[in-house]
């Protein structure tokens, strides 16, 4: 079976470009989260969606991020305009809500290095 | 970039030992918690979990201890092979769901032949 799949695996732009980030979770969940990992802080969550609808994004860090759930197969988390500081490993992950399990499916993240 | 980052603790076990991965955690109102492993390189991935009614859960080589009274939480690993070199995460949260995981800082587990 496929897992959760997360594209670029890896992007380096410059200060002030837009970043795009792209993930299609695992057929039938229908949870999505996007994390960010740094040396800094460890995994922080930045937003959930629950059956495509954001439930939480009390952790996206300022107006320059935005994420996306157009539909059950696809998400989109984006940095406009970016700055060094964003440069992590962004992980999307999924998981099926009504399972009563904290398991998260983690995609291989997305290393971003913003210059 | 970052100048300071967290240092992570390590632990270093031979191989065919047990290892014991300890984890504090904060929130007394969580009633769930979940063991992930991440190899370098890939997301974290899920071990074991357990809810807070219970104190103890044995996988597949592994165990869960819980501790409420000192919010203690511990990953015992059987016979540790190379393949569990890995960073391991606690994470905390309520009512058996995904959703608002506070996932720890992690403990790097190195396995010597």
């Known amino acids: 079976d496929a897992g959760v799949i997360q594209s670029p695996r890896h992007e380096v732009t410059e200060m002030g470009q837009e970043v795009t980030l792209r993930c299609k979770p695992i057929s039938g969940h229908n949870s999505l989260f996007w994390y960010r990992q740094t040396m800094m802080r460890g995994l922080e969550l930045l937003i959930y969606?629950?059956?495509?609808?954001?439930?939480?994004d009390s952790g996206m860090p300022e107006d320059r991020f935005s994420a996306k759930m157009p539909n059950a197969s696809f998400s989109t988390l984006k940095i406009q305009p970016s700055e060094p500081r964003d440069s992590a490993v962004y992980f999307c992950?999924?998981?099926?809500?009504?399972?009563?399990?904290?398991?998260?499916?983690f995609g291989e993240g997305s290393r971003l290095t913003v210059l | 970039g970052e100048s300071v980052g967290l240092h992570l603790p390590t632990l270093s076990v031979q191989e065919g030992d047990n290892s014991i991965i300890n984890c504090a955690y904060s929130?007394?109102?969580?009633?769930?918690f979940i063991w992930y492993k991440q190899e370098s390189g890939k997301g974290p991935q899920f071990i074991i979990d357990i809810r807070s009614n219970m104190d103890k859960r044995q996988g597949q080589r592994v165990t869960v201890l819980l501790n409420k009274t000192v919010k203690h939480l511990s990953l015992q690993i059987a016979a540790t092979q190379p393949g569990d070199s890995a960073v391991y995460f606690c994470?905390?949260?309520?009512?058996?769901?995904?959703?608002?995981?506070?996932f720890g800082t992690g403990t790097r587990l190195q396995v010597t032949l």
């Open positions: 994470a905390e949260g309520y009512t058996g769901t995904a959703s608002k995981l506070t």
């Open positions: 929130n007394s109102a969580s009633d769930y």
């Open positions: 992950a999924s998981s099926h809500s009504d399972r009563g399990t904290g398991e998260l499916f």
């Open positions: 969606f629950n059956n495509n609808v954001p439930i939480d």
